[in-house]
């Protein structure tokens, strides 16, 4: 199992750049054989995947909605994940949580068995 810690959320102007980590606690199983994503909710919205990473890192993907202007990135060393957004636009507004799987390269919400509590991301115009 895995306990997952987001930061680096906060406030942002139209074009900025944010970058959000996630620190993972993990025992049993380790951090290495966990898929990581992100993923965001605005108001009024569903979930929306935003980037995963496979185990070993060397595998990457991303919403069309963010491809270009997101990297993700982990560090099994350090048990953390991260997330470096880019050109940040106020579509981009949301509780962006980080999650942690048991598959190799999962990209749906219930491919994951363990979330973090989220962190606010907020793009003004």
């Known amino acids: 199992q895995v306990q997952l810690v987001e930061s680096g959320g906060g406030l942002v102007q139209a074009g900025g750049s944010l970058r959000l980590s996630c620190t993972a606690s993990?025992?049993?199983?380790?951090?290495?054989?966990?898929?990581m994503g992100w993923f965001r909710q605005a108001p009024g919205n569903e979930r929306e995947f935003v980037a995963a990473?496979?185990?070993?890192?060397?595998?990457?993907s991303y919403a069309d909605s963010v491809k270009g202007r997101f990297t993700i990135s982990r560090d099994n060393g350090k048990k953390t994940m991260d997330l470096q957004m880019n050109s940040l636009q106020p579509e981009d507004t949301a509780v962006y949580s980080c999650?942690?799987?048991?598959?190799?390269?999962?990209?749906?919400?219930?491919?994951?068995?363990?979330w973090g509590q989220g962190t606010q991301v907020t793009v003004s115009s």
């Open positions: 990473i496979s185990w070993s890192g060397d595998s990457t």
């Open positions: 993990a025992s049993g199983r380790p951090f290495s054989r966990y898929g």
């Open positions: 999650a942690a799987s048991t598959l190799l390269r999962p990209t749906k919400y219930y491919n994951y068995d363990y």
